[in-house]
């Protein structure tokens, strides 16, 4: 089965940064594809940022290119979205995904 455990989110002021994780389970972390997607109140779903299998590949939403940073450690199975440069509109609830499933989600609020 399919697991992906978001962690990371919190509060934090508009400049700030943030580190989120996603540990991934039952499936070949090494070979898949990640994808970062995330949900504004209110709002639907908005691709964030993908990577590749063997991480060479990275591609970010023009929203979020600059500031964020995917990247996997395939030692721990766990995938990373660094934020930096936070703004008030990245407020929203960040999701992991793989293929057709996605994990729980982890809140990030910006705000002074």
């Known amino acids: 089965e399919v697991q992906l455990v978001e962690s990371g989110g919190g509060l934090v002021q508009p400049g700030g940064s943030l580190r989120l994780s996603c540990a991934a389970s039952?499936?070949?972390?090494?070979?898949?594809?990640m994808t970062w997607v995330r949900q504004a109140p209110g709002k639907g779903l908005e691709w964030v940022s993908l990577?590749?299998?063997?991480?060479?590949?990275?591609d970010y939403a023009a929203s979020v290119k600059g500031r964020f940073t995917i990247s996997k450690d395939e030692a721990k199975n766990t995938l990373y979205l660094q934020m930096n440069s936070l703004k008030p509109e990245d407020t929203a609830v960040y999701y992991c995904v793989q293929g057709r499933t996605r994990g729980r989600g982890t809140q990030v609020t910006v705000s002074s």
């Open positions: 990577i590749n299998s063997d991480g060479r590949i990275t």
């Open positions: 039952g499936f070949g972390f090494s070979s898949a594809t």
